[in-house]
């Protein structure tokens, strides 16, 4: 079933299901990675809230969580390679094990920009999490992403936390854009 947003048509990509399943093997990897340490998860929103939430649910190790707010979208379907910084990390992550939650890394920008902020705070060590990888758009390798989700052609995408203009967020599946 196509979907319209402000003007766009998307069509279905990704079923909840195999996203469920997905999150459910990088939550157990995870778990067993980090077993007897308490790492600080850090949220990249708004993008990847529900990715966020649905990985924290399933963990069985105690860890703490903050957030940090990025954008590099704009509301357009392409990366403006500017990144905007809302919500600012306070978090003391010095001498801690650390692990990034995105929902998407295309060009890379955003994660460079990311990862280079967080290794500044001495953190132990320093790992990032997404649930699409768009290898064909990577400008930047990006070493620290070791848990992906699903390797996805260059599609704009929206759903599962990924938008257009705000719209489509609450989308269960993940949906691509149509031409």
Do not use: W
């Not at 978090?91 to 995105?102: C, S, T």
């Amino acid at each position: 079933m196509e979907l319209r947003l402000a003007g766009l048509t998307f069509e279905p990509f990704i079923a909840a299901a195999d996203i469920a399943a997905r999150v459910d093997t990088i939550a157990r990897k995870l778990s067993a990675d980090y077993k007897g340490t308490v790492p600080v998860l850090i949220g990249v929103l708004n993008g990847s809230f529900l990715f966020f939430a649905d990985i924290v649910k399933q963990l069985d190790i105690p860890c703490e969580i903050t957030f940090t707010k990025l954008a590099s979208y704009h509301g357009g379907t392409q990366s403006t390679m500017k990144i905007r910084e809302d919500i600012e990390l306070n978090a003391a992550i010095q001498g801690r094990d650390v692990l990034v939650i995105e929902d998407i890394v295309d060009t890379g920008n955003t994660a460079h920009y990311l990862l280079e902020k967080l290794r500044l705070k001495q953190p132990a060590s320093l790992k990032m999490c997404s649930l699409l990888l768009k290898p064909a758009a990577l400008l930047k390798p990006v070493e620290e992403l070791k848990y992906v989700g699903f390797e996805i052609g260059n599609e704009f995408v929206v759903g599962y936390g990924l938008d257009y203009q705000e719209l489509g967020r609450n989308l269960k599946d993940i949906y691509k854009k149509v031409g």
